[in-house]
């Protein structure tokens, strides 16, 4: 089974909650951290190679890159959130570029508490139509606190079942987008020509590769810009921009309006 790469989910990053009534998801994977939680019924949960049939008060734990689907076995209500790792350098720390074991939680203390707290996002959600409370980000942290005490990590990649070359470019394009990098180094980096790993990204992530080297900087800027510690210039210097008149350009040619504009609609 081939997963396909959440390229909407990969760029936009925030926090995303769902509540699903027997929909059923591609095998799919991303950069963000996403957390399947049971609330009626069961459901058949795959991550990476790990399959169990999920209940009621149950859930499973996807890392970045991990692949992951759900299928309801009948009737079966759950939730899912998504929300980029990065929120908790805490827990960055304690992966330190390890798996989960296990990336299933079932019934117990620790499964409750985090199915309260999705419970607690989900009505603040309702009442401030914001996802950046101080009260939403404290119950992200508290979830990471619970899996972090909860789940058995090992050393190693996690599999991917896509493609294992596109899984290494993503990373790759993840950790050194703020640098001077291009489709030439890209390639020579893996040891393919370039017009290669241009038709392999461009038909797996439906997107060219400096197109998308290019968004990733852009969602930079604009998590800078909402920080208000450095001016647009700076920021887009920091993101991998080489020029303001560059970045301005890929800005509104995505966007549609300038950064102050889009920072105003906000």
């Known amino acids: 089974m081939q997963a396909k790469f959440g390229l909407r989910l990969d760029l936009y990053q925030r926090l995303r909650l769902a509540d699903y009534h027997n929909g059923t998801g591609d095998f799919h994977f991303h950069s963000q951290i996403e957390i399947c939680y049971v609330t009626d019924g069961e459901i058949d949960a795959l991550v990476n190679d790990h399959l169990m049939r999920l209940k009621k008060g149950e859930l499973s734990i996807a890392l970045a890159y991990d692949t992951h689907r759900y299928l309801p076995a009948g009737d079966a209500y759950f939730s899912v959130l998504v929300f980029p790792p990065d929120i908790c350098r805490e827990f960055e720390a304690v992966l330190g570029g ?14 409750d508490k985090i199915g309260a707290c999705i419970g607690e996002i989900r009505e603040n959600k309702k009442r401030t139509n914001r996802d950046d409370t101080m009260l939403t980000k404290g119950n992200l942290y508290l979830i990471l606190g619970i899996i972090a005490q909860n789940v058995a990590f090992e050393e190693g990649n996690a599999p991917n079942a896509g493609s294992d070359l596109i899984s290494k470019i993503l990373i790759y394009v993840h950790e050194h987008y703020r640098e001077d990098i291009s489709l030439a180094s890209i390639a020579a980096h893996f040891g393919y020509n370039a017009s290669y790993i241009s038709g ?11 197109r998308y080297i290019n968004l990733l900087r852009l969602k930079n800027v604009i998590t800078l810009l909402k920080g208000r510690k450095y001016c647009t210039e700076v920021c887009a210097m920091e993101s991998g921009f080489r020029s303001v008149r560059t970045f301005y350009r890929a800005f509104r040619d995505v966007f549609g309006c300038s950064p102050k504009e889009y920072l105003e609609k906000k």
């Open 98 to 111: 390890k798996t989960i074991a296990n990336p299933f939680i079932t019934r117990g203390e620790a499964a």
């Open 200 to 210: 392999l990204f461009k038909s797996s992530i439906n997107v060219g590769i400096l």
